[in-house]
């Protein structure tokens, strides 16, 4: 069945740096892929909607230039938090599909620390 | 705007117990329906789902109903097993060109021996 790599599974950083993840569909080609972000006991928020070759579309209230996505392909979408503050710690989760497929697959998720 | 809500948890069972996690959606046109399943430190897995009024999803001996009478899509199993201990979402994915999942907040179960 469809598979969706994400990586690294958990990183400690420090303030002010930028922190990339990785989310790649290893056995499909995903031509959408979402970004989520979970705290702790709570459900997940829909940050950004990637789709392959065109800018992402940001949920509101997320700002789009300290979350950067890129989907350059149909295997790959990149999540880059920048200046990185305690704050950001979170559990991002991507989620890979293709456009007009009921169900999506998560990955299995990124434990963010940021010291 | 479509929206999901869950009843909250935790829910705690015994083993063997009948397990009902509650669940109503609301949505514009025909959405789609599902039950994912969070384990501890992991990401989703898709659980069941149902797309059209009427269809039953099913696995691992969950079941879930999707109701359009009532906006309800109900979570249940016959008996649990402690390796059932999880967060359960409802989530709806809008029908037309929508195609973003929403969730509920999410359930937690807790099943003791």
């Known amino acids: 069945g469809a598979v969706v790599s994400q990586h690294p599974s958990w990183v400690i950083c420090k303030s002010g740096t930028s922190v990339k993840i990785e989310c790649r569909s290893l056995?499909?080609?995903?031509?959408?892929m979402f970004w989520y972000r979970q705290f702790p006991k709570q459900s997940l928020m829909l940050m950004a909607t990637?789709?392959?070759?065109?800018?992402?579309?940001?949920e509101q209230g997320v700002e789009k230039d300290k979350f950067l996505i890129n989907h350059a392909s149909l295997t790959l979408s990149t999540l880059t938090v920048t200046s990185a503050h305690p704050e950001d710690s979170s559990f991002y989760i991507c989620?890979?599909?293709?456009?007009?497929?009921?169900?999506?697959?998560f990955g299995s998720g990124t434990r963010l620390t940021v010291v | 705007g479509n929206s999901v809500t869950q009843m909250e948890g935790p829910v705690t069972l015994s083993e063997e117990a009948f397990l009902t996690i509650n669940c109503t959606y609301t949505?514009?046109?025909?959405?789609?329906l599902f039950w994912y399943v969070q384990y501890p430190g992991e990401g989703l897995q898709l659980l069941l789902k149902?797309?059209?009024?009427?269809d039953k999803g099913s696995n691992k001996g969950f079941e879930a109903t999707y109701r359009k009478e009532t906006t309800s899509f109900h979570l249940e199993k016959g008996s649990v097993q402690v390796s059932d201990s999880a967060v359960y979402f409802c989530?709806?994915?809008?029908?037309?060109?929508?195609?973003?999942?929403?969730f509920g907040t999410g359930t937690l179960l807790a099943v003791q021996p």
């Open positions: 989620s890979a599909g293709l456009a007009g497929i009921n169900g999506y697959t």
């Open positions: 056995d499909f080609q995903a031509t959408t």
């Open positions: 990637s789709n392959e070759g065109s800018k992402a579309t940001y």
């Open positions: 949505a514009t046109g025909y959405p789609s």
């Open positions: 149902a797309t059209k009024a009427d």
């Open positions: 989530a709806l994915r809008g029908g037309g060109a929508t195609n973003k999942l929403i």
